[in-house]
């Protein structure tokens, strides 16, 4: 009973919160919720969003499910704020729940201080560009915050690296747009941002000013105009020239997507904008279908620009709407989501408000704040505000026009910046694919061997007229590329300067910057100065400035060139060097004990059988005495002449300089040091002499080989130096504006002043500069060595090839190189650089220019030819050993007949000293001795007489000595203590022709001992020291002697 009271009680508990709860929602909101629309254009695609959208909230069960909006639209005159504000007040007396709108500024302010005094909410979509930083209390825009909008464009300009640039605006809200734009200087003042404004002529004519800005050199154009006007604009600009594929446009409105740019996405322009709404959403394209089944289905015509089929060449979204119409459609939803939100917290009731009065919609205030805190996700992305009520975080997409038509290449964000998704390889294939059969117009200049007629007996027309370098290199880089090419000769036939009167350049560079050209393709001298008028790709050729100047005649072999691999000082070095050791080694191996001297030589003492001493062995004495030539010993007495020798290995002051000189000349002597000291002194002067002589060896063929060149330049500081020698280069080129800005430099390095100093003297010699390389080269070869021409050095290694009298004097004066240009921000200046750097690998580069310097048109004339294995040596390079060789001759035999006088003289002298002291002896004789019998009787020792020298014979008185062979005239026998000899005739002036005669017996004086007298006491020159050993004893030996 008790459970059956409690099941029945819980029942009716139940059934009563459900009732509550019913009660409840329908207190919750109205069943109609109204809400006004004021639309300033009729049938507009706002109005039809508006629609769509009301009617999207009411399908939608999920929100709003127990009432109905309803969409009160109000269409008002363009501008018309009194008439605006009449329907505004009939709106509220009708009990709106929010006003939508107008887009006009006039306009929506008075609807807006409208609604913020009867606490309405007031909704906006449209660009409020003035708006403050603080919103008014009632009012919430979904358009984007203009400050970050502002932000978003600045952030794209420094991801696309836009330095310089020219804004294009159409009307005051234009330039506060771009306000940030203005703020992108950078620090360094190289940034140069030009502003103007669209003043169309008649009949919204725009080319004078699109004119005026391609001749200004204007390539990087900012476009702010109604979106209405962005294709004739664009149609203008191509009519002038402006929509080349170096030509780049950012295009401010965000609905670009609703423009046809059928017209130019062909043309290579890059044209980039941003944009709030993706047409390849799928929420768009859901809800854009839906639209279109809907005006379809009521037979209306389709106002906004989808389409129900797409065109084939269309550039436009079959599903695309406008920026304004997708925000209007999400206001909407915004709106809905917020009084729904509203509606499940609190009581809410609409409420007719009188514009006379003084009343307020209570729940206005709360309904706005809601709206301030939904995030939800719409047309425009994800939907959300900021504490001020401005949207702030949003994200935008960056968008391109390609062949296939706009195309997102990444987005925006107030967090990241700009975040581009394409790759560096997808940007490079897109590139190249634009360049695929298109042609260029590739400008030129004729020079040798870059660009060259062809020498052809036919007409010839187009590129076939040409050759040359410059046409192999752009026919390798389009069969790389895929492009085609027409060259284009410059008109006014320079290479391209920048003139500061007339603010232009000239030549090739100037027919670039005028659109004349696509490309520069020849011997264009990357610089910097050219650089900042247009791009260049990296250099396909590295050169520098060099001299060309007459080739220097062959200098004439030099006799003495084997002294030439050492200079002068070192030749003086190596003399005093060895005079110092030589002199060092003969004093050292004086003052060592260890070293050898001069020492007497004794010969050894002879005896007979019996013990008695022997006379020596003397040919001279055997052939005068015994007339055979046998040895025959006499007993007799030896006599012992001490001559003074000099010991082999003795270090005199002669045998020091031998030494030193045979180490010298690496050549082996008999004399060799014995003490450590001075072995320590030939060891060190032997490995002096390697080294020298390893290094004079080294040289030495070098020297003898090698043909050296009389110039009397070798460098630029040569031709600074001198005055003779005029030198030049060509006026207005950069050979001459390097030497120019070495002149601003020429403080900061030696080097630069030499420049400086060269730059000086052509300035004050006008005469020095040409107008061309060819007239350079042809003055150089008339003036025959009297002026130096300087230009870069591929033009003079391709003119020495050709003329042999020229040569390169020096080395690169500087480092360059050439280049391909293009103008300025060109897309196709990283393909043509990848091109070059592909040729460059594959040695392509290198066999062109081997084909077009030595090769064609009359190359390698001049080329040397290298002897196979050494080049063998002439007389005129070797003629100065023959030299030395015929003066040291001369000068030994002059040497040696000064010696043969000197001794001849000498000789003489002892001579004269002989005979005067033998005719005093034999004065001092009795009348009737005779010369042979003073021989006889004094004994000989070597003495010169006038006539044949005779050996001392010490006849002793110990026996005869029968010679029985001597039988010319027998004598008997002699007495005892007598010898018998047999003595030459000649010398003693007997005209006996026989070989032998019979000597008269001759007593000896016993108290000689059979020593020879002579004047001074002996008959024995003064000059040696005699000792006699008597075979017996002597008594009178001693006293003889002493």
């Given amino acids: 009973m008790w459970r059956r009271e409690r099941r029945s009680g819980a029942s009716r508990l139940g059934w009563a919160l459900i009732v509550l709860s019913n009660l409840h929602l329908v207190n919750l909101l109205p069943n109609n919720v109204r809400i006004g629309g004021l639309f300033e254009e009729p049938n507009s695609v706002e109005e039809i969003a508006f629609k769509y959208a009301v009617d999207h909230i009411n399908r ?5 499910s127990r009432s109905r909006v309803m969409a009160q639209i109000e269409k008002i005159p363009f501008g018309d704020s009194f008439y605006a504000s009449k329907r505004v007040c009939s709106a509220l007396s009708q009990g709106v729940a929010a006003i939508f709108g107008p887009s006009s500024s006039c306009t929506a302010r008075h609807v807006q201080s409208i609604c913020d005094a009867k606490e309405i909410p007031h909704i906006e979509t449209r660009w409020d560009y003035t708006a403050n930083t603080i919103r008014d209390q009632y009012s919430i825009n979904l358009a984007p915050h203009p400050p970050t909008l502002r932000k978003a464009y600045a952030d794209l300009l420094e991801s696309l690296g836009w330095e310089s640039f020219t804004i294009l605006y159409e009307n005051n809200e234009g330039i506060i747009k771009l306000q940030d734009l203005l703020k992108t200087i950078d620090e360094e003042g190289d940034s140069k941002i030009v502003v103007r404004q669209l003043n169309p ?18 390539r990087k154009i900012v476009l702010d105009c109604h979106l209405d006007n962005v294709k004739e604009i664009l149609k203008q600009a191509q009519q002038v020239g402006m929509m080349s594929a170096y030509h780049n446009y950012i ?12 017209d130019f996405k062909y043309s290579g ?11 390849q959403s799928p929420i768009v394209q859901q809800v854009v279908r839906e639209w279109i089944q809907g005006e379809t289905l009521f037979n209306r015509a389709i106002p906004f620009g989808g389409k129900t089929i797409k065109d084939t060449n269309s550039t436009v979204h079959p599903y695309t709407i406008r920026t304004e119409t997708a925000l209007m459609y999400d206001a909407t939803l915004l709106f809905a989501h917020a009084l729904h939100q509203l509606d499940r917290s609190q009581e809410i009731d609409t409420a007719t408000l009188d514009c006379e009065s003084e009343q307020t919609w209570q729940h206005g205030n709360s309904l706005i704040n809601y709206m301030k805190l939904v995030e939800m996700e719409g047309l425009t992305g994800m939907v959300n505000f900021n504490t001020e009520g401005f949207r702030t975080n949003f994200e935008l997409g960056i968008v391109e026009l390609r062949k296939e038509g706009l195309v997102q290449i990444g987005t925006w964000n107030s967090g990241n910046g700009a975040n581009f998704s394409r790759n560096y390889t997808e940007q490079y294939t897109e590139i190249v694919e634009s360049l695929h059969n298109k042609t260029l117009i590739v400008t030129c200049i004729l020079n040798d061997p870059f660009l060259m007629l062809r020498e052809e007996s036919e007409v010839l027309m187009g590129n076939d007229r040409y050759e ?24 006014d036939g320079k290479y391209g300067s920048f003139d500061k009167k007339s603010g232009k350049w000239n030549g090739m560079i100037g027919e670039l910057l005028d ?11 990357i610089t910097y100065e050219r650089e900042q008028g247009i791009d260049f790709t990296m250099p396909f050729m590295n050169l520098g400035i060099t001299i060309l100047y007459k080739k220097p005649t062959k200098k004439d072999p030099n006799l003495f060139s084997f002294m030439s691999p050492l200079s002068v000082e070192v030749w003086i070095y190596i003399m005093t060097a060895y005079l110092a050791v030589s002199l060092i080694l003969y004093a050292i191996s004086r003052m060592s004990p260890f070293e050898p001297t001069e020492s007497a030589k004794k010969p050894p003492k002879e005896t007979d059988s019996s013990g008695l001493r022997l006379a020596g062995q003397d040919p001279l004495y055997e052939a005068i005495f015994t007339c055979t030539g046998n040895p025959v010993r006499t007993v007799a007495t030896q006599a012992q002449v001490e001559t003074i020798e000099v010991t082999p290995n003795s270090f005199t002051v002669m045998n020091s300089f031998w030494f030193i000189a045979a180490s010298l000349l690496g050549q082996g002597v008999d004399v060799l040091p014995s003490a450590f000291s001075t072995r320590m002194i030939a060891g060190l002067w032997w490995f002096f002499t390697l080294i020298m002589i390893s290094s004079y060896t080294a040289n030495l063929a070098a020297f003898l080989t090698v043909e050296r060149m009389d110039s009397p330049i070798g460098s630029a500081e040569d031709l600074a130096k001198q005055q003779k020698i005029k030198y030049g280069a060509v006026q207005g080129g950069s050979t001459a504006s390097f030497f120019r800005k070495s002149f601003n430099q020429k403080f900061q390095d030696s080097k630069i002043n030499t420049y400086a100093k060269m730059w000086t003297y052509m300035e004050q010699n006008k005469g020095v500069f040409m107008k061309s390389n060819k007239e350079g080269i042809d003055r150089v070869k008339k003036e025959n060595g009297d002026y130096a021409f300087m230009m870069e050095s591929t033009i003079v290694e391709y003119v020495v090839e050709r003329h042999c009298e020229l040569a390169q004097v020096g080395g690169l004066l500087d480092s360059k190189g050439y280049g391909i240009g293009l103008p300025p921000n060109s897309p196709y200046r990283t393909p043509m650089t990848s091109a070059i750097l592909q040729l460059q690998e594959g040695g392509k580069l290198h066999l062109l220019k081997e084909k077009w310097w030595k090769k064609m048109r009359g190359g390698g004339l001049c080329e040397e030819k290298v002897e196979q294995g050494a080049a063998a040596l002439g007389i005129e390079n070797v003629g100065g050993i023959f030299l030395v060789l015929v003066i040291g001759l001369s000068m030994a035999c002059v040497i040696a007949a000064c010696e043969h006088a000197w001794n001849k003289r000498k000789q003489n002298r002892k001579n004269a000293a002989a005979t005067w002291n033998g005719t005093r002896n034999r004065s001092m004789a009795t009348s009737s001795s005779s010369p042979e019998d003073d021989a006889m009787s004094n004994g000989f020792d070597k ?21 029985p062979r001597c039988t010319t005239n027998p004598m008997s026998s002699l007495s005892r203590g007598a010898s018998q000899h047999s003595l030459p005739t000649s010398g003693f002036g007997s005209n006996n022709k026989n070989s032998c005669m019979i000597s008269a017996q001759q007593n000896l004086h016993n108290s000689s001992c059979a020593v020879p007298s002579a004047p001074n006491g002996w008959m024995i020159p003064q000059t040696h020291y005699v000792h006699y050993h008597h075979q017996e004893q002597c008594p009178h030996y001693s006293s003889r002697i002493n």
């Fill in 60 to 64: 939608n069960r999920d929100l709003l």
């Fill in 201 to 218: 002529g008649p009949n919204n004519d725009y080319r004078p000013m699109l004119k005026e800005m391609k001749v200004s050199g204007t």
């Fill in 251 to 262: 295009i401010t409105s965000l609905d670009l997507h609703m423009v046809e740019l059928e």
């Fill in 269 to 279: 322009t890059n044209i980039t904008a941003l944009r709030l709404v993706n047409p």
């Fill in 468 to 491: 040359g370098y410059t046409m192999d290199l752009i026919q390798e880089i389009s069969t790389i590329l895929g492009f085609n090419y027409t060259i284009k000769l410059v008109d």
């Fill in 515 to 525: 659109q004349k050209a696509d490309l520069l393709v020849g011997d264009v001298t």
């Fill in 943 to 963: 003495i010169s007489l006038p006539g044949t020298g005779l050996t001392h014979l010490d006849l002793a008185n110990h026996g005869n000595a029968s010679l």
